[in-house]
């Protein structure tokens, strides 16, 4: 049955090609070749070479590897170790000290001398303060060589009101000061004893605002009354005002400036007429900034008119108002120099504040400074360290020298012996070089170091009265440790000199001698010990080379001195 099969499949096999190859003659053109197979390809993998698995050894002695078995002897252990959770270790550092908003100091001393100070300052709310400061400094005097009294007392009260809103803030302040002292340098201390007390009162109202993303920037007020006890009175009204004015792509920097100064003496040195002065100053000062790379350039004029009302005249000036500065090596080295000018305003209350020892006589004009140029360098010695070396050469016309005024014979006023200074107007260029050098480490340990180096040329009196060829001075501070600190100053002031115009008669002319004030070194010293962080002691030492110079001509001062007291702060 299955070659049966067979044969039939075979038989529809060779019949299925017949037709198909029929078919393919029938449609096709092109003849068929004809493929015959041989046999098909079978290829053969011979043997590959294999290393033994299992080497001969050619060893004499052959050594059979050790069975080694392990046991562990298990012991159970009571365990109460309990492993502490990890925490990251915190950093070591000073507590910030407190500051307090108010303080109070009071110190006694030699001399029968009273320090004492009071400042308070109070938050009313977030953005309303208020304070006040009172001050007091006296001392008996009790000069070496002096007979005369030469007590002195300052007293001082000051309260001012703070408010800062969103876009601006404001100040408004007044205060009262109390001073006296004694005209006691006479050039002969054997004469007779008598008064030579004087007195001056101070009261001033002010206040300043200043705004923020607005044309005006700032402005401020100032009214003060100055007088004394001679029956002289000076008023004094200051406006001061800046704002940018925008022309095209720049913006005008521009201060405007109303001065008024008023005021009268019961008489003259020399006379009994009344002495008035009045005037008042409008100035106007437009200035422009360029800034390129290192370069900062300030371009400006100082426009200022002068109207005296007392003599009625009126004078116009125009000054220079030019400053540079030039990044050299960055904070290293800095190249400035400026070239300005000014028209300043001189005042009784200025001059009795420089020289106690004032006549109540003074002529009173305001000086005017054609220019000032300047040119130096500053910068960087390190991070810790500044410096800065400048010269000046500036003129002054009208400038007020101190000098000594004439004694007269039978004078009725205890300042008129020749123990009182009046002033001197004369034009005087001066030529001055100096330097400072600033070390800050840190809050512990602050030096500074100044000295300047004056030559003066006059136009009409011999010399610049008064006016000192060297001035120099230092100051340290020392936070020693938490609790004791300590600090000094030193000052050096070089040789001055003044006229003295001796008593004359009806037929002998009055004597006038030039003098050479000596220059002299004064050295201050304290040292202080905090208790508590709101209390602390202190001691100082002034004059401590116990020098009697003179400051003013025939005015010695003090010889040592030393004072001890207290400081508290506090809040409320």
Known sequence: MTNKLKHIFLAIVILSVTITSAQERENDSIDGGTVNVVKPYMPTISDAFKIKEIPTLNDSTTVNKKVIKYNIFSIPVA????PAKGKAATVDKEKSVKLYDNYASLGVGSYTTILGEVYLNHAISRTERVGGYFSHHSSAGDIEGVKLDNNFSEMGLN???????????????????????????????????????????????????????AIINKGSVLYRRFGDDQDSGENRFLLKSGFDVPVADVVINTEVTIDYLGGSFDKNYFSDDEL???????????????????????????LVYLNDTEASDGRFFIYPNITASYRLVDELLIAYGSIEGGLNQNSYYDFAQENPFVSPTLFIVPTDQAYNASVGIKGKLSNSMSYNVSGHYFADNNRALFRSNAAIGGAGENYQFGNSFGIAYDDVKTFAIGGELNVDINRNFKLGLKAEYFAYNTENEA???????????????????????????????????????????????????????????????NVGYKITNQLSAFVKA???????????????????????????????
């Open 79 to 82: 365990s109460t170790f309990t």
């Open 159 to 213: 309260a001012h009101y703070t408010q800062k809103q969103r876009d601006y803030s404001w100040k408004v302040e007044g205060g009262f000061q109390l001073q006296s002292f004694n005209w006691y340098g006479l050039p002969d201390q054997d004469i007779d004893v008598f008064d030579v007390g004087h007195s001056f009162y101070t009261a001033n109202i002010g206040g300043n605002i200043q705004f923020d993303d």
């Open 463 to 525: 010399e610049a009265w008064n006016l000192p060829d060297i001035e120099a001075s230092a100051f340290l501070d020392i936070q020693i440790d938490k609790h004791w600190f300590a600090g000094a100053n030193l000052f050096f002031v070089g040789e001055r000199k003044d006229l003295l115009i001796g008593v004359g008669g009806p037929l002998i002319l009055p004597t006038a001698t030039q003098v050479t004030l000596k220059s002299y070194f004064d050295a201050n010293a």
């Open 276 to 302: 008035n002065y009045s005037n008042i100053i409008f100035g106007l000062a437009p200035s422009y900034q360029m800034k390129q790379d290192d370069l900062t350039l300030n371009l400006g004029v100082n």
């Open 542 to 572: 002034n004059n401590i080379a116990n020098q009697n110079y003179n400051r003013w001509v025939n005015y010695p001062v003090q010889g040592i001195q030393f004072l001890a007291g207290a400081t508290y702060q506090f809040d409320f």
